[in-house]
């Protein structure tokens, strides 16, 4: 059985070469950091993604965040909830299919918005809102990388409303709450969380994750 990841790598071999060598780069150049063998590959993709060394100490994990995320998608039966549409574009959508998952995002929906301005929130509150009415939160990868009410939004659900996510990627970008809602979800016991702290973030770093444990669950698979 071939031991190497064919999936979740880029299709062509100077692709391959490419992303290769830049993880290479950031090995070299990074210099320490405290994260597990399995946490290293999630945050050397988001430094990938935006050339930042700063994720180096800004990322945090919940130590279940891993294995429960790639657990869930091993499952086949996990989906991506995200706050924004620009989430579930950048997903791979063949990395998706290996693994049977789907992405969902209701930030635009007529009933969305129409509730928002009725209740005085946002789209991204009601947006969870409805996926959780849907059913499609519990056992999710819920994936926030543009709205802080969002991933405040899921805190409450987790809390008031027993909602159980399989693993929450909290990376909302702001200056506005962007900070505080990521460290309230790292208050979190009961949900597995990856945060990165302070005010960056960004919808392109949750993508970056989510490739990295899809890149992860192939790996443990061809393990198996």
Known sequence: MSSVNTVTEQLTAAGRAIEHDSFAVIDREVGPHAYSLDQWPIVRRMIHANADFDFNGLTDFHPAAVDAGVAAIVSRATRVVADVEMICVGLSAPRLGHFGMRTHQFISDADVIETAKDQGT????????????????????????????????????????????????????????????????ALETEVPWVVIRGRKGGSTLVVAAIHALLGLAEARELAA
């Open 122 to 185: 946002t789209r991204a509150v009601q947006a969870m809102r409805k996926a959780h009415r849907l059913g499609l939160i519990d056992g999710a990868i819920v994936g926030i990388g543009n709205a802080p009410t969002a991933l405040i939004e899921i805190v409450r659900l987790i809390h008031e409303e027993g909602a159980r996510p399989a693993l929450v990627v909290g990376m909302p970008v702001g200056f506005v709450s962007a900070a505080e809602s990521k460290d309230l979800m």
